[in-house]
Nanobody, 121 residues
Framework: QVQLVESGGGLVQAGGSLRLSCAAS????????MGWYRQAPGKQRELVAAITGGDSTNYADSVKGRFTISRDNAKNTVYLQMNSLKPEDTAVYYC???????????????WGQGTQVTVSS
Protein backbone atom coordinates (compact mmCIF):
# COMPACT_ATOMS: atom_id res chain seq x y z
CA GLN A 1 0.00 0.00 0.00
CA VAL A 2 1.03 3.56 -0.70
CA GLN A 3 -0.33 6.61 1.06
CA LEU A 4 0.05 10.28 0.21
CA VAL A 5 -0.69 12.60 3.13
CA GLU A 6 -1.08 16.29 2.46
CA SER A 7 -0.93 19.16 4.90
CA GLY A 8 -0.65 22.93 4.95
CA GLY A 9 -3.90 24.13 3.45
CA GLY A 10 -6.09 26.73 5.05
CA LEU A 11 -7.59 30.20 4.86
CA VAL A 12 -5.39 33.16 3.99
CA GLN A 13 -5.92 36.73 2.86
CA ALA A 14 -4.99 37.83 -0.63
CA GLY A 15 -1.28 38.54 -0.84
CA GLY A 16 -0.49 36.00 1.83
CA SER A 17 1.47 32.75 1.68
CA LEU A 18 0.94 29.08 2.38
CA ARG A 19 3.18 26.05 2.13
CA LEU A 20 1.73 22.68 1.19
CA SER A 21 3.46 19.39 1.97
CA CYS A 22 2.78 15.90 0.70
CA ALA A 23 4.55 12.87 2.16
CA ALA A 24 4.45 9.51 0.42
CA SER A 25 4.77 6.38 2.54
CA UNK A 26 4.39 2.64 2.25
CA UNK A 27 5.81 0.18 -0.23
CA UNK A 28 7.85 2.48 -2.49
CA UNK A 29 10.86 1.53 -4.59
CA UNK A 30 11.34 4.83 -6.43
CA UNK A 31 9.44 8.02 -7.16
CA UNK A 32 9.62 9.70 -10.54
CA UNK A 33 7.65 12.90 -11.05
CA MET A 34 5.73 14.58 -8.24
CA GLY A 35 3.23 17.32 -8.68
CA TRP A 36 0.38 19.44 -7.44
CA TYR A 37 -3.01 19.81 -9.09
CA ARG A 38 -6.00 21.86 -8.07
CA GLN A 39 -9.71 21.81 -8.66
CA ALA A 40 -11.98 24.77 -8.08
CA PRO A 41 -15.77 24.36 -7.81
CA GLY A 42 -17.31 23.78 -11.22
CA LYS A 43 -13.93 23.49 -12.93
CA GLN A 44 -11.74 20.67 -14.12
CA ARG A 45 -8.68 19.57 -12.21
CA GLU A 46 -5.61 21.36 -13.54
CA LEU A 47 -1.86 21.00 -13.16
CA VAL A 48 -0.33 23.65 -10.91
CA ALA A 49 3.30 22.52 -10.77
CA ALA A 50 5.39 19.41 -11.30
CA ILE A 51 8.95 18.33 -10.57
CA THR A 52 10.80 15.41 -12.13
CA GLY A 53 13.26 13.04 -10.53
CA GLY A 54 16.00 15.21 -11.99
CA ASP A 55 14.47 18.33 -10.40
CA SER A 56 13.19 19.86 -13.62
CA THR A 57 10.10 21.92 -12.88
CA ASN A 58 7.01 22.94 -14.79
CA TYR A 59 4.40 25.51 -13.75
CA ALA A 60 1.00 26.64 -14.91
CA ASP A 61 1.22 30.12 -16.42
CA SER A 62 -1.17 31.43 -13.78
CA VAL A 63 1.25 30.63 -10.92
CA LYS A 64 4.65 31.31 -12.49
CA GLY A 65 6.70 33.64 -10.34
CA ARG A 66 4.44 33.11 -7.31
CA PHE A 67 4.59 29.37 -6.57
CA THR A 68 7.66 27.17 -6.10
CA ILE A 69 7.67 23.38 -6.11
CA SER A 70 10.45 21.39 -4.45
CA ARG A 71 11.07 17.87 -3.19
CA ASP A 72 13.01 16.06 -0.51
CA ASN A 73 13.84 12.62 -1.85
CA ALA A 74 15.08 11.36 1.50
CA LYS A 75 11.63 12.03 2.96
CA ASN A 76 9.59 11.16 -0.17
CA THR A 77 8.01 14.57 0.23
CA VAL A 78 7.00 17.28 -2.21
CA TYR A 79 6.32 20.88 -1.24
CA LEU A 80 4.48 23.78 -2.81
CA GLN A 81 5.38 27.24 -1.57
CA MET A 82 2.61 29.62 -2.55
CA ASN A 83 3.24 33.35 -2.32
CA SER A 84 1.22 36.39 -3.37
CA LEU A 85 -1.94 34.32 -3.23
CA LYS A 86 -5.01 35.51 -5.11
CA PRO A 87 -8.70 34.70 -4.62
CA GLU A 88 -8.59 32.78 -7.92
CA ASP A 89 -6.10 30.37 -6.32
CA THR A 90 -8.93 29.09 -4.13
CA ALA A 91 -9.34 25.36 -4.77
CA VAL A 92 -8.75 21.90 -3.41
CA TYR A 93 -5.11 21.06 -4.00
CA TYR A 94 -4.12 17.46 -4.74
CA CYS A 95 -0.69 15.88 -4.58
CA UNK A 96 0.30 13.41 -7.29
CA UNK A 97 3.23 10.96 -7.34
CA UNK A 98 4.34 8.70 -10.15
CA UNK A 99 6.17 5.82 -8.53
CA UNK A 100 7.32 2.23 -8.73
CA UNK A 101 6.40 -0.01 -5.81
CA UNK A 102 9.13 -2.55 -6.66
CA UNK A 103 12.09 -2.72 -9.03
CA UNK A 104 10.05 -4.70 -11.56
CA UNK A 105 6.59 -3.12 -11.20
CA UNK A 106 5.24 -0.58 -13.68
CA UNK A 107 4.90 3.06 -12.81
CA UNK A 108 1.58 4.07 -11.26
CA UNK A 109 -0.05 7.36 -10.35
CA UNK A 110 -1.06 7.94 -6.74
CA TRP A 111 -3.11 10.81 -5.38
CA GLY A 112 -3.48 12.52 -2.06
CA GLN A 113 -6.84 13.16 -0.45
CA GLY A 114 -6.76 16.88 -1.20
CA THR A 115 -6.33 19.94 0.97
CA GLN A 116 -8.48 23.06 0.80
CA VAL A 117 -6.86 26.40 0.07
CA THR A 118 -9.11 29.44 0.43
CA VAL A 119 -7.89 32.94 -0.38
CA SER A 120 -10.10 35.79 0.77
CA SER A 121 -10.15 39.17 -0.95
Amino acid sequence: QVQLVESGGGLVQAGGSLRLSCAASGSIFSINAMGWYRQAPGKQRELVAAITGGDSTNYADSVKGRFTISRDNAKNTVYLQMNSLKPEDTAVYYCNCQLHRTAWSPRYDYWGQGTQVTVSS
